[in-house]
């Protein structure tokens, strides 16, 4: 199989949402509807992501457990000390936002579908990457928010959020709970949430949509496109290049080192470079209340285009192979 190297067609409704935002931002009363849209919007994707994951697939990549120590470890742990060392030379080109959101971005669990994809593109371990992806992301609804308040603590006065257990507490009610709720009723409608797997893929990009237009509707009207010059759009560009590639290299190598056989090593190298924009999105709506929420997302976006299309290329090269 070879992967189509075209832009995401997602990737375009995102920045449409980011145009319509631009020239049509949501205030007043429009700015409820839409914020109470999103929340129900979000509850449903993570109860419907519940319904659907496979508990057979959890338990039959648990007994990799170096493979998912290795996975976490990249996601959780060597993202950010790259963000964070990298601050000398990332927050001169950038805006305080920008660099709040590429921390960010780096305190993410990793993606589940396009993880799980690239492994079976690649021929690699898939039922490990289902297990590893899967637990990443409940993962991340604990540590993220702990490593955000890590990461941002020494960050200049004005430029952090305030991160609190209450929003913690929140993002496991909007995301935990629904997930929960939809695993609990999995015996009943698992089958028909598969067979229905257009309404999840709806849901999940209707939902994104809505908290991007939402939340970059708030930063227009706040100022963000007067506030942040072309070239600090450049040099995000550039840092999401090389931030990727840093952690390919990384975790390549690691796999390598920890003697992991071929598909192992593909899994590591795929499921350990991913940051989920479906989870990310909606964290951020909750942890960053009160700040420029469009400005935080946006280095996300940016990179989850970019490792769309590097890592298609390289599972390409990976089916190749004899």
Known sequence: MKPRFSIDPFLVKLFIALALA????????????????????????????????????????????????????????????LGVIAEPLIAPMVTPELYLGILFLCCLPSTVQSSIAFTSIARGNVSAAVCSASASSLLGVFLTPLLVGLVVSDLAAGSSPAISFDAVGKIMEQLLLPFIAGQLLRPWIGKWVLRHNQLLKAVDQGSILLVVYTAFSEAVIGGLWANTPLSALAALLGVSVVL???????????????????????????????????????????????????????????????????????????????
């Open 22 to 81: 631009s020239l049509l931002p949501a205030h007043g009363v429009g700015t409820a509807i839409f914020g109470w849209s999103t929340n129900v919007a979000i509850a449903l994707l993570f109860f419907l992501h519940g319904a659907r994951l496979s508990r057979d697939a959890i338990v039959a990549g648990l007994s990799h457990w170096r493979l998912h120590l290795s996975i976490f470890s990249s996601t959780f742990i060597i993202f950010p000390i």
């Open 244 to 322: 990727l590639c840093c952690v390919l290299g990384l975790t390549y190598a690691m796999g390598r080192m920890l003697g992991f056989a071929i598909e192992d090593r593909i899994t590591l190298l795929f499921c350990g470079s991913k940051k989920s924009l479906s989870s990310g999105i909606p964290i951020a709506n909750i942890m960053f209340t009160g700040h420029a929420v469009g400005a935080i997302v946006l280095p996300l976006m940016i990179f989850h285009q970019i490792q769309l299309v590097v890592c298609a290329m390289i599972a390409g090269a990976y089916a190749r192979r004899r």
